[in-house]
């Protein structure tokens, strides 16, 4: 069974820019969250995917996007990038019907400049 | 006010003792309480969950929740140094999607 993976692992990026992150989710997943956590906190829900759709989104702006792919993969988008965007940002993925055993990736680092 | 709570630590034990984490909530609507383990740089590993109220044992790993007064406590027993991470509650509302979670505690467990 593979677990969830992302990439890339880190990233620097300059105030203004655009980033794309990417999550395979654990096989036989079909539900993808994404969540940001800050250097000594808890990670904060930004959104989730199921059936290539959006189903709930927490309190983060819209220039955080994502996308579903049929073999339920993700990617998160994040535009205009602020220095407050510099965290770690997680991956998790859940069977439909069990979301509340959330299995994480390893979680990408992005720098912010 | 957050609406969950976890002291940030850091807790430092011996090596073979028992560590006690604990978490409060504000939201009664919360059902589905989990505990995490994340090492540093890296991801949280999902240790237990509990549904409602009561006690879950696995292996080293007691989990408690006390719905009427809106607390939830994990055990360690046998504590080794390898259990040295932060250790994350969350929790989810029933047919939620978001986990809600404290903002962690560090644990050192000294050899």
């Known amino acids: 069974e593979t677990g969830v993976t992302q990439s890339p692992t880190h990233l620097i990026k300059t105030r203004g820019q655009q980033v794309t992150l990417r999550c395979s989710s654990q096989?036989?997943?079909?539900?993808v969250s994404w969540y940001q956590q800050a250097l000594g906190q808890g990670p904060q829900f930004i959104f989730q995917?199921?059936?290539?759709?959006?189903?709930g989104r927490g309190n983060f702006p819209p220039r955080f996007s994502g996308l579903q792919f049929p073999n339920y993969s993700s990617e998160l988008n994040v535009n205009a990038l602020e220095l407050d965007d510099s965290a770690l940002y997680l991956c998790?993925?859940?069977?439909?019907?069990?979301?509340?055993?959330?299995?994480f990736g390893p979680g990408t680092r992005l720098t912010v400049t | 006010q957050k609406e969950v709570e976890q002291d940030p630590g850091p807790l430092s034990v011996p090596e073979g003792a028992i560590v006690s984490l604990n978490c409060t909530y504000s939201?009664?609507?919360?059902?589905?309480f989990m505990w995490y383990r994340q090492y540093s740089r890296k991801g949280p590993e999902l240790l237990m969950y509990?549904?409602?109220?009561g006690n879950k044992e696995d292996g080293r790993f007691t989990a408690q929740v006390d719905k009427s007064s809106k607390y939830i406590s994990l055990f360690i027993r046998d504590s080794q140094p390898s259990d040295s991470a932060t250790y994350l509650c969350?929790?989810?509302?029933?047919?939620?999607?978001?986990?809600?979670f404290g903002g962690g505690t560090r644990v050192l467990v000294k050899p």
């Open positions: 998790a993925s859940s069977s439909r019907d069990g979301t509340y055993e959330q299995y």
């Open positions: 096989s036989g997943h079909n539900t």
């Open positions: 995917y199921y059936r290539e759709e959006e189903n």
């Open positions: 939201n009664s609507a919360f059902q589905y």
């Open positions: 509990t549904y409602s109220s």
């Open positions: 969350a929790m989810l509302k029933a047919a939620g999607n978001k986990l809600t």
